[in-house]
């Protein structure tokens, strides 16, 4: 079982920059790929952004690539989403998730078995 807590979303002008982060209770992080989706009210769940266990291969949705970067650090067993050149269409709550490493980078929400509870991030224009 993992537990993942998202912390770091706030209000932010367009333009600006924030970074979110995901902690996972779990001495197997490295064992997971870590995804970030987000979901804006009366939208659906939409894939961010995703990375594999060693960090080592990345995929990212159109919208974000150049302003968004992915990483994670497994000694501290934490996932991080720098967000740069924010726009108010990135106005969402942020989710993060995670699935076994075997079964690969996916940009399904259907495919991530664990969830943490969200954090807001709003983009004043």
């Known amino acids: 079982q993992v537990q993942l807590v998202e912390s770091g979303g706030g209000l932010v002008q367009a333009g600006g920059s924030l970074r979110i982060s995901c902690a996972a209770s779990?001495?197997?992080?490295?064992?997971?790929?870590m995804a970030w989706f987000r979901q804006a009210p009366g939208k659906e769940r939409e894939f961010v952004s995703a990375?594999?266990?060693?960090?080592?291969?990345?995929k990212y949705t159109d919208s974000v690539k150049g302003r968004f970067t992915i990483s994670r650090d497994n000694t501290r067993n934490t996932m991080y989403l720098q967000m740069n050149s924010l726009k108010p269409e990135d106005t969402a709550a942020y989710y993060c998730?995670?699935?076994?490493?075997?079964?690969?980078?996916?940009?399904?929400?259907?495919?991530?078995?664990?969830w943490g509870q969200g954090t807001q991030v709003t983009v004043s224009s």
């Open positions: 998730a995670a699935r076994h490493n075997s079964l690969g980078i996916a940009s399904d929400p259907t495919d991530y078995n664990y």
């Open positions: 779990t001495g197997t992080f490295g064992w997971y790929v």
């Open positions: 990375i594999s266990w060693s960090g080592g291969s990345t």
